[in-house]
């Protein structure tokens, strides 16, 4: 339990590290998200088809753990954003995640060049599921794989 303990303290340096990142000041009257800003910054949207989303990402310095590779967290929030945009109908609600699984295959290092490949694999009714592959351009390897469920409202047949 000890060691659990010491793992999950935060060092100064890391207190110092996080003390120094500069978030811009959102517009009043908007709904955001701080993770959009930590997390999305610097991706690319290569390709849009309906049912398929793909894009290119560097992996910025900020989004290392401890260990130097690429934060599971930030791979999640890439999972369940890049899953939700495959599916997203402008002038309809977001859909809301009912389920996530992933995949963490390999590593990927600050400065690697990622392609994101999100996918439809089916829909019934309001509810679908997305295929998110994460891949590193240069070697071809599978960062990760994410299976995203998700529900919403859909436009009414009458």
């Given at each position: 339990?000890?060691?659990?303990k010491?793992?999950?303290m ?6 110092e590290?996080?003390s ?9 009257g ?16 290569d390709r849009?088809?309906?049912g ?6 560097k ?6 753990d401890?260990?130097g ?8 929030y890439?999972?369940?954003e ?7 109908v402008e002038?309809l609600p ?6 996530m699984s ?7 290092k600050?400065?690697?060049e ?17 295929l998110?592959?994460?891949r ?11 299976r995203h ?8 047949k009458l």
């Amino acid at each position: 339990m000890e060691k659990a303990k010491e793992f999950l303290m935060v060092n100064d340096e890391a207190s110092e590290s996080a003390s120094r990142l500069a978030v811009p000041p959102h517009p009043a009257g908007i709904d955001h998200i701080l993770l959009e800003d930590i997390v999305l910054k610097g991706i690319r949207v290569d390709r849009v088809e309906p049912g398929l989303v793909v894009c290119s990402f560097k992996v910025p310095p900020r989004l290392a753990d401890r260990a130097g590779g690429f934060a599971t967290g930030a791979i999640s929030y890439l999972v369940d954003e890049v899953g939700g945009a495959v599916i997203h109908v402008e002038g309809l609600p977001m859909n809301v995640s009912v389920d996530m699984s992933i995949s963490f295959l390999s590593t990927a290092k600050p400065d690697d060049e990622l392609e994101i490949t999100g996918s439809l694999l089916g829909q019934r009714g309001g509810y679908s599921g997305t295929l998110v592959l994460i891949r590193n351009k240069a070697t071809g390897e599978v960062v990760a794989e994410g299976r995203h469920s998700l529900f919403g409202k859909r436009t009414s047949k009458l």
